[in-house]
């Protein structure tokens, strides 16, 4: 008895000392780690959020593997992210950093097409990398998709693509990548879900349920990893607010809090991912106040949550983005039918 209450009064210490470090972090902004020659795999490069993320780490000349079911789209990633990779070995660039010679390490980037949907698409792309580029550092489950259907009119199949992309894609991909991890005991693993992965809201239950799941994938396997004692493999959630990609046009709240509440720039969200990313950041949620709502719907009951959806317009932010999508579908079929 003596022992477990000993044992409890160290787990009181760790807890307050966990809390205060976490907080000296909101205060004192930790050095940011280097990524410079290892390789990092991003899934949906393609897309806005993962081209930023692409850029972001070439800027740090990581050396990249980008994937994208879409090969034009990952190929002009590609384009930006090598003239990066010029602009850093440029005289200029050089006189500015202080250095005379060619830097020692010379990124690349590659580029795989790859449906993340399809786990053998994953993992034979995933065998083609550990066999052309090396083996994986960094690891970006960035790829994600919508359906843009209210429950009772989306197509099963498309419920199927938004589970399978959104969340089953991280079960292929962390199986692909984390035994050598797990061997060398060094890695890193980011999931990019969503505000929509914390609290839901209506009209697209499809989209919560895959982040909820990414999101409930990713802590268990961050406890996995410390249950393994592999202090070396680092996890990191990002759970951004609305994000002005054109993913979810149309989406609005109320107009008099929607001044307050904006839809995230793409090139902050990224930012402020990337800071956490190279801090070994556990989680981060952009803005700030997500970590807000996100305890209060811990904690208060369920009607008071939809009073405060109501109030904010939050209960049917999504409506006119599904009623976009559903006119947008009409005039695409009227045109084939013509």
């Not at 390490?105 to 590659?110: E, K, M």
């Not at 999101?215 to 990893?225: D, R, T, V």
Request: charged share 25%; with cysteine.
């Amino acid at each position: 008895m003596i022992t477990i209450i000993a044992e409890f009064f160290v787990v009181i210490l760790k807890v307050i000392w966990a809390i205060s470090m976490a907080g000296l972090k909101w205060l004192v902004r930790p050095k940011e780690k280097s990524v410079a020659g290892q390789v990092c795999v991003i899934t949906g490069a393609g897309g806005q959020l993962g081209r930023l993320f692409a850029k972001e780490f070439a800027r740090r000349r990581a050396i990249l593997v980008l994937w994208d079911i879409n090969s034009q789209s990952n190929e002009e990633t590609a384009d930006m992210v090598r003239q990066i990779y010029r602009e850093l070995d440029s005289p200029v660039a050089k006189e500015e950093a202080g250095v005379e010679e060619v830097l020692p390490i010379r990124p690349q980037v590659y580029t795989y097409v790859c449906d993340v949907g399809k786990r053998e698409s994953v993992y034979s792309t995933a065998e083609k990398v550990r066999r052309e580029v090396g083996e994986v550092d960094l690891l970006i489950n960035n790829a994600g998709v919508v359906s843009g259907h209210h429950l009772l009119e989306c197509p099963d199949e498309l419920i199927e693509r938004t589970m399978v992309v959104n969340c089953h894609a991280h079960f292929w991909t962390t199986k692909a990548f984390l035994p050598k991890m797990l061997e060398m005991n060094h890695g890193h693993i980011v999931t990019v879900a969503s505000s929509l992965g914390l609290f839901s809201t209506a009209g697209v239950e499809d989209y919560c349920a895959s982040k909820f799941g990414a999101i409930g994938f990713h802590e268990s396997l961050s406890h996995e990893i410390k249950a393994s004692e592999k202090d070396g493999i680092k996890m990191t959630l990002v759970c951004p607010y609305l994000v002005d990609t054109g993913m979810f046009r149309g989406c609005r709240i109320r107009k008099e809090i929607e001044p307050f509440m904006p839809p995230l720039k793409p090139e902050f969200c990224v930012k402020q991912a990337m800071r956490a990313i190279l801090t070994d950041q556990p989680m981060v949620c952009t803005p700030r106040i997500v970590y807000m709502v996100n305890l209060m719907k811990s904690i208060l009951p369920f009607e008071a949550i939809v009073c405060m959806y109501r109030f904010l317009g939050a209960d049917k932010c999504m409506y006119p983005f599904l009623a976009q999508r559903k006119e947008a579908m009409n005039n695409n079929e009227t045109k084939n039918g013509i």
